[in-house]
């Protein structure tokens, strides 16, 4: 049984940093396709950066271009989410997602078969 389980989030000060960690069990993280979304109140899930296989491929969605990284540990099973210059419209919950299809770039949410709960990142200004 897949699981993935978001922890980082916190409440911090426009300006500051956070990172995310994303852990998995029941995957071998080397063969699945990860990425991050966030969803804020009254909005859609949207794509943060996402990764496929061993981060051979990545990409960022304009609003957190230059800010984000994200990387990941295969022995450790964990995705991570550097966030720097952190904004009040980066406030939102933080999720992990995985597939199957490593060989792919998957920006939808639609695209990802496992998700975490969440994790609440609150950008005060």
């Known amino acids: 049984q897949v699981q993935v389980v978001e922890s980082g989030g916190g409440l911090v000060q426009a300006g500051g940093s956070l990172r995310l960690s994303c852990t998995a069990s029941?995957?071998?993280?080397?063969?699945?396709?990860m990425g991050w979304f966030r969803q804020a109140p009254g909005k859609e899930r949207e794509r943060v950066p996402c990764?496929?296989?061993?981060?051979?491929?990545?990409t960022y969605a304009d609003s957190v271009k230059g800010r984000f990284t994200i990387t990941q540990d295969n022995a450790k099973n964990t995705l991570y989410l550097q966030m720097n210059s952190l904004k009040p419209e980066d406030t939102a919950m933080y999720y992990c997602?995985?597939?199957?299809?490593?060989?792919?770039?998957?920006?939808?949410?639609?695209?990802?078969?496992?998700w975490g709960q969440g994790t609440q990142v609150t950008v005060s200004s």
């Open positions: 990764i496929n296989r061993s981060g051979v491929s990545t």
């Open positions: 997602a995985a597939d199957r299809r490593w060989w792919l770039l998957l920006t939808n949410r639609n695209e990802y078969n496992y």
């Open positions: 029941g995957l071998t993280f080397d063969d699945y396709a």
